[in-house]
């Protein structure tokens, strides 16, 4: 990985390499970043209120209503990976018994991810102006900003951009930062219910969802910060405006870290449903040529690069191949490099970032990555890898939470996109990218323990 994707804070120097201002805002312009394109700095309060003023909150059921029905208008999806419906998450929180509670999950496990922490960094205040319209739509009294530990000094930063907007009375419901342990599954939404329940940050098993008993079980409406974000200019704007960007079926802008061998990886605002090899050129395009795609991040799917590059990025068209947006995880793979290796890396990460509360991470997950990493680096049988087939196979819809089914979905479309490695590795051994640095950002972490999960 280049600098710009592993030195902090997330992947401002790539923002300013990324061909400039104006070559960031294409024909639809940025919304979420706007205010980064504008100035070259991050937007305080007194900046951020001179560009949007206060936020639109509503007073009333009637308006709190009218705020739903324009967040369904306007069609906007959850940008944490799942893109659920927005409105309808904020719809039904707002018609469960008892008063509601507000998350926003800026957890971000994702280590090929750094598009929440860059927002967060960028523009905090249109997080903190969404998290207080969500709260007055589904009526909510309390609201809770959950970031990693691993990011002290912005979640410091945030803490004291919400005592600012409480001392100018910008705060209607008060919003509580807090600091989680900092491991996969711990971004997974009854993670973070659980762990403000008092328990540690690992998965539940559902029912009941969160949005029917979750935090003090109570109705809970969990929202990726990216989401909140652009709530809060839809509460502004309108849907229509939020429509003017992206295509019917996949409206508005997201988010979108793209790496791997692109001339300016980072972070950028880009246009839902435009094709993947348009996308990159907004990175400057491939620096070298490209064997294959992964979309979505370690829970994510491989596809070819001559295939990746023609796809719209929009959820429709992605799950036509197998694949989808996921956080807005895109990185570009260079044809040197031996996929089966990148792949065995992740695999190994995800065994050992399992909360192993079920039989499929206990077992299985280990023993996937045990398979992946003995066909990149050493002489399996041939009968390996229709084991290794069968085994994939089994974890998917069998664990607790979704943990094996995206570990799952990643090695199976691993096997398929690098099948010609996969007859090499068999017929001649490990070949000799199989040893080169990584391109995948693989954290190099221990299991952690169970002390460190609270």
Not at 98 to 117: H, I, L, Q
Not at 244 to 262: E, F
Not at 384 to 393: F, P, Q, T, W, Y
Request: net charge neutral.
């Amino acid at each position: 990985m280049t600098d710009a994707m592993t030195d902090g804070p997330a992947t401002l120097t790539a923002l300013q390499a990324g061909g400039g201002r104006d070559g960031m805002l294409g024909p639809y312009g940025s919304r979420l970043l706007h205010g980064w394109y504008e100035t070259g700095r991050a937007a305080g309060l007194d900046e951020h209120l001179r560009r949007y003023g206060p936020p639109p909150l509503p007073r009333t059921a009637d308006t709190a209503g009218r705020l739903v029905r324009a967040v369904e208008d306007a069609g906007l999806t959850g940008r944490g990976g799942a893109a659920f419906p927005t409105g309808r998450k904020l719809r039904t929180v707002a018609a469960g018994r008892g008063t509601a509670v507000v998350v926003a999950n800026g957890m971000e496990s994702e280590p090929a991810s750094r598009k929440d922490e860059t927002l967060l960094d960028l523009a905090p205040h249109l997080v903190l102006d969404g998290i207080a319209l969500a709260a007055a739509a589904v009526g909510a009294d309390v609201a809770h900003l959950c970031l990693p530990r691993t990011r002290q000094d912005q979640a410091q930063a945030l803490r004291e951009a919400v005592e600012e907007r409480r001392r100018l009375g910008l705060a209607p419901v008060p919003v509580l930062v807090h600091e989680l342990p900092h491991h996969y599954v711990s971004s997974e939404e009854t993670s973070l219910v659980r762990w403000l329940n008092g328990g540690d940050a690992r998965p539940l098993a559902t029912p009941p969802r969160p949005f029917e008993k979750g935090v003090g079980r109570r109705p809970t409406l969990i929202d990726n910060v990216e989401t909140l974000a652009h709530l809060a200019l839809i509460a502004r704007y309108g849907p229509g405006w939020f429509r003017g960007a992206g295509r019917p079926d996949a409206a508005g802008t997201a988010l979108v870290t793209l790496s791997g061998a692109l001339r300016t990886p980072g972070v950028y605002e880009v246009a839902m449903g435009l094709p993947l090899g348009q996308l990159l050129d907004t990175a400057g395009g491939p620096a070298e040529p490209l064997g294959s795609v992964l979309l979505g991040g370690f829970f994510g799917s491989w596809l070819p690069a001559e295939q990746a590059l023609r796809v719209p990025f929009a959820k429709q068209d992605l799950a036509a191949l197998g694949a989808g947006p996921g956080a807005g995880v895109i990185v570009a793979l260079p044809a040197r490099a031996c996929g089966l290796a990148e792949a065995a890396r992740v695999l190994g990460h995800l065994a050992a970032q399992s909360a192993r509360q079920c039989g499929p991470c206990r077992l299985g997950l280990p023993a996937v990555a045990a398979d992946f990493a003995d066909l990149a680096w050493g002489r399996p049988a041939p009968e390996a890898v229709r084991r290794l087939e069968d085994r994939a196979g089994l974890l998917a819809g069998r664990g607790a939470c979704r943990h094996p089914d995206g570990a799952s979905r990643f090695a199976a479309t691993a096997l398929r996109v690098f099948a010609d490695d996969v007859r090499h590795h068999l017929s001649l051994g490990p070949c000799a990218a199989a040893g080169d640095e990584p391109v995948l950002p693989v954290p190099d972490t221990p299991a952690p323990d169970d002390r460190e999960w609270r």
